[in-house]
C-alpha cells in the first residue's frame, strides 16, 4: 500500500508544480502590464557623429578645448574632476604657462591636511593636482564627471542629449503625441527636479545648466550654441574617461598590420616545411 502512495504522493506534487508554471508562463504572456511614464515618454539620446567615434576617428584639439571652456566656466561649478590633473590638459594643447595659469586662478582650492597638527586647510591648485571637489548645496550630489561618458549607456551621445534635452513639462508630447500630463497627471514633476526625457526616469536634480545661446564666448570664434555647447563639453568628457583613445586605436592598427605580416609570414613557413610531402 505504502509503495503505491509513494509515487501517487509524488505524481501529485509534480502535476501541481506543472500546472502552476504553465500558468505563470501564461499570464506572464498574456497579461497586459500597464505603461509607465517612464516607458512611454523616456527618449533615447540623439545620434550626432564625433570625430573619435570610427576606428580610425581622433579626438579634435579644438573642440576638446572649447568643451574644457564649458566645464570650466559652467559644469565646475558644481562637477569635480576628480581622475583628471590640471597638468593632463597639455594633452589636449595647452602649454605649461597656461596650464600653470590655469590651477592657479581655479575658484576652488586644494584641500590640505597636517597630520602632524590635524589642521584642514587650503591652498592654490598646483599642475599636479586634479579638478577639486565643490561644495554643492543644492538638491542631489552632483556626480564626479571623470567617467561619466564611460558611466552611462549611450557615453558622450547621452551626456550631449541631456544637456541639451530639458524640455517643458507642461504640454509635452512624445513621438506619437501622446501628451504627458493628460495620460500620467501624477507625474508631475516634483519640485526641486526637473523634466528631462533623456534622463531615465524623466526627473532629475540638476538644473538645467546651458540655457542659452552665448552662455560660453569661445576664444576660437565658435557659435556657442546650445548644443555646441553640449556637444564640445561631451567631447571633453569622452576625453576625461579615455584620453589615451587615440593612441589606443593608433596602437590597434600596428597590431592588426603585425599579425597580417605574421599570419603571411606563417602561410610560407607552411609551404615550406611541408614542400616535400605534397
Ligand atoms: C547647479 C549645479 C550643476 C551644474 C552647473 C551642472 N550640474 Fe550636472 N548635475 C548636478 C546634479 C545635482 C546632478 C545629480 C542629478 C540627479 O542625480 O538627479 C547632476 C548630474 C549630472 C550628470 C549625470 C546624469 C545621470 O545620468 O546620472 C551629468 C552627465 C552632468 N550632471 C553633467 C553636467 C555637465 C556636463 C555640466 C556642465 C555643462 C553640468 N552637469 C552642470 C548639478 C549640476
Keep these: 500500500m505504502v509503495r503505491l502512495f509513494g509515487p501517487l504522493v509524488g505524481l501529485f506534487f509534480a502535476v501541481a508544480l506543472f500546472w502552476s508554471f504553465g500558468n505563470g508562463a501564461y499570464v506572464a504572456m498574456t497579461e497586459e502590464v500597464p505603461e509607465t511614464a517612464e516607458e512611454m515618454f523616456h527618449k533615447h539620446p ?43 590638459l597639455a594633452a589636449i594643447g595647452y602649454n605649461e604657462a597656461e596650464v600653470k595659469a590655469i590651477a ?32 554643492y548645496a543644492g538638491q542631489g550630489v552632483p556626480p564626479d564627471l571623470s567617467l561619466i561618458t564611460k558611466a552611462r549607456h549611450g557615453g558622450p551621445q547621452y551626456v550631449r542629449s541631456l544637456l541639451a534635452g530639458y524640455a517643458e513639462q507642461e504640454g509635452y508630447k512624445n513621438e506619437q503625441g501622446i501628451e504627458l500630463l493628460k495620460k500620467f497627471p501624477d507625474a508631475k514633476t516634483p519640485d526641486g527636479l526637473y523634466f528631462n526625457p533623456y534622463f531615465a526616469n524623466l526627473n532629475l536634480a540638476m538644473p538645467a545648466p546651458l540655457v542659452s545661446d552665448g552662455q560660453v564666448t569661445y576664444s576660437d570664434g565658435t557659435s556657442a550654441s546650445v548644443k555646441q555647447m553640449s556637444t564640445d563639453v561631451s567631447a571633453f568628457l569622452a576625453w576625461t574617461a579615455e584620453p589615451k583613445l587615440d593612441k589606443r586605436k593608433q596602437t590597434g592598427w600596428a597590431v592588426l598590420g603585425f599579425l597580417l605580416f605574421a599570419t603571411v609570414l606563417a602561410y610560407f613557413a607552411k609551404r615550406n616545411v611541408w614542400s616535400n610531402v605534397h
Excluded at 62 to 75: D, P, S
Excluded at 104 to 111: C, D, G, R, T
Aim: charge should be positive.
Design 104 to 135: 592657479k586662478q581655479w575658484p576652488s582650492k586644494a584641500q590640505t591636511f597636517d597630520p602632524k597638527t590635524g589642521d584642514r586647510g587650503e591652498r592654490t591648485n598646483l599642475p599636479s593636482d586634479p579638478f577639486p571637489a565643490v561644495y
Design 46 to 88: 540623439e545620434e550626432v557623429a564625433f570625430s573619435f567615434d570610427s576606428a580610425m576617428g581622433t579626438f579634435d584639439k579644438r573642440q576638446l578645448q572649447r568643451g574644457f571652456q564649458v566645464y570650466k566656466e559652467v559644469c565646475a561649478n558644481c562637477h569635480s574632476l576628480k581622475h583628471v590633473t590640471f597638468r593632463d
